[in-house]
């Protein structure tokens, strides 16, 4: 029998209507277009307006939109990995809310945190139990409301990062196609550079935690910035030299959004051409688990059966991968 594969046979992606311009963040922190443009690549973010919504509710329209597009009924699918850093509630998991509201009755489901690889890292997961022949449709989502953990008064996070993200459907392939390999790493040394102080069990939130503005992003930039572009090119190149991959051979990488000097150090190192290279950083920015799944997206029609596509990422944690899949449909 042949060896089954775990395919994405569909993408959807979702992102609020409200864009935060870079002349908007002039008017907020001492800042520029200028400095922001050359040091990130970014223009503008989407930023998901009104009360009492997060993940789920942009999830929810993404995946209505992949059940239609790969003619899936809800019920059929049966499992749900969510990867978030902005989950709804601390608990329960977002997986089962957004389950509830997109109708998926027989899709057990739990979320993944690990920050900017989250969506590699249950990618990567999903595709084991597809391969072990146990679940047959599992929806992989990556998606955050990072406007919620951002301080919009300070100014080398609040240009960063913004709100959307994207789900696929991943099933069985007889042919082949799909996931082909993975890489995935992590570091905690990494979390100094890299964390939000307060919300979690060791600092519940109190008054104190808020008026210390402990519930936002802390980053140090330059530390984050440098194991970023060296680790990030390391296991691309490593994946293309074990499968055997020249420049020539990969039809597209999909790289992290994070900045894009990071994307093009990653570029360099793996020898592929600037038109192979998968960038909407300058509308969405720093969509934390969203930025993949919606390059995706985006490219999808571009994409065609058998195409070899490469997957990178390095986000807190540390963490970090890269993934090798073979592209299973002609849109
Ligand atoms: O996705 C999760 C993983 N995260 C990342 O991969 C992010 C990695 N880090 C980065 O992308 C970059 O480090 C940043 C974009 C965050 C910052 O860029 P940088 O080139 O590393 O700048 P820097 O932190 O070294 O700051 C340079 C200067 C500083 O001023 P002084 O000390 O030289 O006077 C900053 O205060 O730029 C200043 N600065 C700003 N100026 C204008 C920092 N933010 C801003 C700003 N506007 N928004």
């Not at 945190?113 to 989502?141: D, M, P, Q, R, W």
């Amino acid at each position: 029998m042949a060896k089954i594969t775990a395919a994405i046979t569909g993408i959807a992606g979702y992102v609020p209507e409200y864009a935060l311009t870079n002349a908007e963040l002039e008017t907020m922190v001492d800042t520029t277009d200028e400095w922001i443009t050359t040091r990130t690549g970014i223009k503008e973010r989407r930023i998901l307006k009104g009360e009492g919504l997060g993940p789920s509710d942009m999830a929810v329209p993404a995946i209505k939109d992949l059940l239609e597009k790969t003619g899936t009924h809800a019920e059929e699918v049966d499992m749900i990995i969510f990867a978030s850093v902005t989950p709804d509630l601390i608990f329960p998991a977002t997986a089962n809310i957004t389950a509830d509201k997109a109708g998926l009755k027989n899709a057990f489901g739990y979320d993944l945190n690990a920050a900017c690889s989250g969506f590699l890292y249950a990618l990567t997961t999903g595709s084991k139990f597809v391969e072990s022949g146990t679940h047959k449709k599992v929806i992989v989502c990556g998606f955050d409301k990072m406007s919620s953990i951002i301080n919009y008064q300070d100014r080398t996070t609040c240009i960063i990062f913004g709100d959307g993200g994207g789900a696929v459907m991943l099933e069985p392939s007889e042919e082949g196609l799909g996931i082909q390999d993975t890489i995935l790493k992590s570091d905690g040394a990494g979390r100094v550079h890299l964390h939000q102080k307060a919300g979690g069990s060791c600092k519940p939130a109190s008054h104190e935690t808020v008026d210390a503005r402990e519930h936002f992003i802390y980053q140090e930039g330059q530390p984050v910035f440098k194991a970023a572009v060296s680790n990030m090119a390391d296991v691309s190149k490593k994946i293309m030299e074990r499968n055997n991959l020249t420049a020539d051979d990969v039809a597209y990488l999909v790289p992290h959004q994070a900045n894009l000097r990071i994307i093009e150090a990653t570029r360099r190192a793996m020898g592929v051409s600037p038109e192979k290279v998968m960038i909407n950083i300058e509308r969405y920015g720093n969509t934390t688990n969203g930025t993949i799944p919606l390059c995706l997206w985006e490219w999808e029609k571009q994409l065609k059966k058998g195409d070899n596509i490469i997957l990178a990422a390095f986000g807190g944690g540390f963490t970090w991968g890269s993934v090798y899949l073979k592209w299973a449909y002609n849109s």
